[in-house]
């Protein structure tokens, strides 16, 4: 069993940066591959980036390439967010996501309860 507590989040004008944090707690957690998704309101919950368990690699949406980096530290069991050039579109609660491979449909294990980010203009 693997539990994920997402943090970070908050209200930030156009421009600006935020990181979020996901910390996994479960002795395999640094097994799974990560991911963060996101769901504006009234919008369905969409794909953001991905890092796998062991390689590093990495899948981003088209609409954060460039502004969004994904990482992780497997010795503290977290996987980060680096949001960088904010745009208002990109306010959405952020959930956190672990499944067996970084493919987006893959990333459905287990997720987080979600953190709010809102970006003003």
């Known amino acids: 069993q693997v539990q994920l507590m997402e943090s970070g989040g908050g209200l930030v004008q156009a421009g600006g940066s935020l990181r979020l944090s996901c910390a996994a707690s479960?002795?395999?957690?640094?097994?799974?591959?990560m991911g963060w998704f996101r769901q504006a309101p009234g919008r369905e919950r969409e794909f953001v980036a991905s890092?796998?368990?062991?390689?590093?690699?990495?899948r981003y949406a088209d609409s954060v390439k460039g502004r969004f980096t994904i990482s992780r530290d497997n010795a503290e069991n977290t996987v980060y967010l680096q949001m960088n050039s904010l745009k208002p579109e990109d306010t959405a609660v952020y959930f956190c996501?672990?499944?067996?491979?970084?493919?987006?449909?893959?990333?459905?294990?287990?997720w987080g309860q979600g953190t709010q980010v809102t970006v003003s203009s």
């Open positions: 996501a672990a499944g067996r491979d970084s493919r987006e449909s893959s990333l459905n294990d287990y």
């Open positions: 479960g002795r395999t957690s640094s097994r799974y591959a």
């Open positions: 890092i796998s368990s062991s390689s590093g690699r990495t």
